[in-house]
């Protein structure tokens, strides 16, 4: 199944980060190429946290044969491995973010894990660079698509292109 994940970082060398959390999750086992990847963003942080740096943001998605709480825990292993505490206050600063947006047509939501990811609509930092690689994507349980979705968003935060490859 194809699955996007959204990328973050404020903590630290952010780009490097990135570049860093990419090549784990490629590591994982299960996860294939095609990869496609967006543009990397730059935003303020948002909620308790606002007071941190600003965070680097970006989306991939990759080709994924397994289930997706096996894709969650492998996610959630690389941002142990780069430093991000278990145990945390919400939105707190962070040398990796790691968060499934979507895994094919899948609808899930339980103690562990929502799918597709329950903010992702009214996240500027998160849909614009979905739309880099997926503008016509229609996320489960959403009307519209990216596009649209991004079109239509009330979310007055600035994202700003940061680099264009990474």
């Known amino acids: 199944?194809?699955?996007?994940?959204?990328?973050?970082?404020?903590?630290?060398?952010?780009?490097?980060?990135?570049?860093?959390?990419?090549?784990?999750?490629?590591?994982?086992?299960?996860?294939?190429?095609?990869?496609?990847?967006?543009?990397?963003?730059?935003?303020?942080?948002?909620?308790?946290?606002s007071g941190c740096d600003a965070f680097l943001n970006a989306v991939i998605e990759i080709e994924y044969d397994g289930l997706p709480a096996a894709l969650l825990d492998g996610l959630q292993s690389i941002e142990a491995?780069?430093?991000?505490?278990?145990?945390?206050?919400?939105?707190?600063?962070?040398?990796?973010?790691?968060?499934?947006?979507?895994?094919?047509?899948?609808?899930?939501?339980?103690?562990?894990?929502?799918?597709?990811?329950p903010r992702l609509h009214v996240r500027r930092f998160v849909l614009q660079p979905l739309h880099d690689i997926r503008p016509d994507l229609r996320l489960p349980g959403h009307q519209g698509t990216v596009q649209e979705l991004l079109n239509a968003l009330e979310d007055p935060a600035a994202v700003a292109e940061y680099a264009a490859e990474w």
């Open 1 to 49: 199944m194809r699955a996007g994940i959204a990328l973050g970082s404020n903590l630290g060398d952010r780009l490097q980060n990135l570049r860093e959390g990419r090549a784990a999750v490629m590591a994982l086992k299960g996860v294939a190429r095609p990869l496609l990847c967006s543009r990397v963003y730059e935003t303020e942080p948002v909620g308790p946290g």
């Open 81 to 117: 491995a780069m430093g991000r505490p278990s145990k945390r206050p919400r939105n707190a600063p962070r040398t990796l973010d790691l968060d499934i947006l979507y895994a094919g047509n899948l609808v899930l939501a339980n103690n562990d894990i929502v799918i597709p990811h």
